[in-house]
């Protein structure tokens, strides 16, 4: 079993001796992961470390405030870059999943590039672990700290080398070093957060109305589910342009509609792109599996449960909830009738929203986030 205080005195003088004397950038996103690799970073290397959160704006609400305060006994010196402006204009119209998190990739090594430059070095710190690079190669999506491992050549390409001190290590491990090395409950017991933030939770095109849509929604989905022991829980947020489709609605025996969003799944070994359905009558689980199981059959990745809806607003808003032990399979929890529909009225008071689901795809076919 994983033994944090081995796992230092082996990776102390490997880090020693790859960064030597220089200062070197830590990129913090106040994951898990990032913020463990940050925290092992100034344990070992001391003041040559520069750790910068990058507020890109699709951050959850008060998140670079909150990390920083979470984190000051163990990362004393977070620096807060502000570069939301810059990654909002370039992401705002993109549409395509793959080519959001592309963009949001090459943003996030530019940034780096200019902070490091402005910092004086030419070396930087990540907390990628096992599991980012294994799927990224599996080419299921692009993880947007995944470089090395895709023969992409950060010296080349942005001028600076990357150090990954986790890459071996998965989410469990990562968790206990993490409490090995002080920092609290909040951070080490945290439900992971992707790179690159709700930029993937504002499903199809960007705009930054539905950003401030999503990131309303999220918050109360973390309120409302975060004491019930699940691994992920959150909201996304796409366009409510939607056609029922009645060859499915006869086949699944309830009203089956189609959206013109697309989200991703797994068939395989292999990531897919397919459309979100939404289903509608009594919440029974039993019946909405086989109605998943029918559906994707189809061209449908995610199905969603119907429980709020109105005339007013454009958006649809969807509640994703999941057990998993490995993230690379995972289980909806049934959550009761009572408890959605009083999380879908407090995100309803958002007089853009239309409509509430509940996004009731196990991955696989579905995949924990929707792009
Ligand atoms: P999926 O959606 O592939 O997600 O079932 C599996 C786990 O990975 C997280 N995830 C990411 N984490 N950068 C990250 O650091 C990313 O680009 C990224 N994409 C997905 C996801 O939240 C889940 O925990």
Same mark, same amino acid.
């Not at 299921?140 to 470089?147: A, D």
């Not at 975060?226 to 699940?230: A, E, P, Q």
């Given at each position: 079993s994983f033994n944090p205080s081995s796992f230092l005195d082996e990776i102390s003088p490997q880090l020693r001796e790859k960064v030597g004397n220089s200062k070197v950038l830590v990129a913090v996103s106040g994951g898990v992961d990032s913020t463990t690799a940050a925290a092992l970073a100034y344990k070992i290397l001391g003041e040559n470390v520069i750790p910068v959160m990058i507020d890109t704006g699709f951050l959850r609400e008060n998140e670079a405030v909150s990390v920083k305060e979470m984190t000051k006994e163990v990362i004393p010196n977070l620096v807060i870059e502000d570069q939301s402006e810059f990654f909002l204009s370039s992401l705002e119209g993109l549409k395509d999943a793959e080519e959001k998190r592309k963009k949001f990739r090459d943003l996030f090594y530019e940034t780096i590039s200019s902070l490091a430059r402005k910092y004086g070095t030419n070396m930087m710190i990540q907390g990628t672990i096992a599991a980012d690079w294994v799927e990224t190669q599996g080419g299921?999506? $692009?993880?947007?700290? +995944? @470089?090395v491992q895709l023969g992409i050549n950060t010296e080349s390409t942005w001028g600076f080398t990357v150090v990954e001190p986790?890459?071996?290590? %998965?989410k469990n491990e990562v968790r206990e070093l993490a409490r090995y090395l002080g920092l609290p409950p909040e951070i080490s017991e945290r439900q992971p957060f992707p790179g690159p933030g709700l930029l993937i939770r504002v499903v199809g095109e960007v705009k930054i109305e539905k950003l401030m849509v999503e990131r309303r929604a999220n918050t109360v989905v973390e309120k409302a589910l975060?004491?019930?022991? @699940?691994s992920q829980y959150f909201a996304v947020v796409f366009d409510s342009d939607s056609e029922e489709d009645k060859q499915k609605s006869a086949e699944v025996g309830t009203r089956v509609r189609v959206y013109k969003a697309r989200a991703t799944g797994v068939k395989g070994d292999v990531r897919s792109y397919g459309h979100i359905a939404s289903v509608e009558g009594d919440l029974n689980y039993d019946a909405l599996r086989q109605d998943v199981s029918k559906l994707s059959k %189809?061209? +449908? $990745?995610h199905v969603m449960y119907l429980v709020k809806q109105r005339d007013q607003g454009k958006y649809s808003v969807g509640i994703r909830a999941v057990h998993t032990e490995d993230f690379m399979t995972a289980d909806v929890p049934e959550l009761g009738l009572s408890e959605l529909f009083s999380i879908a009225e407090e995100i309803m008071k958002?007089? @853009? +929203?239309?409509e509430v689901l509940f996004d009731v795809t196990s991955k696989p076919p579905a995949t924990i986030e929707l792009e």
């Open positions: 299921i999506k $692009t993880q947007h700290n +995944v @470089l986790l890459a071996d290590l %998965y975060s004491r019930k022991g @699940l %189809y061209d +449908v $990745t958002d007089p @853009l +929203v239309k």
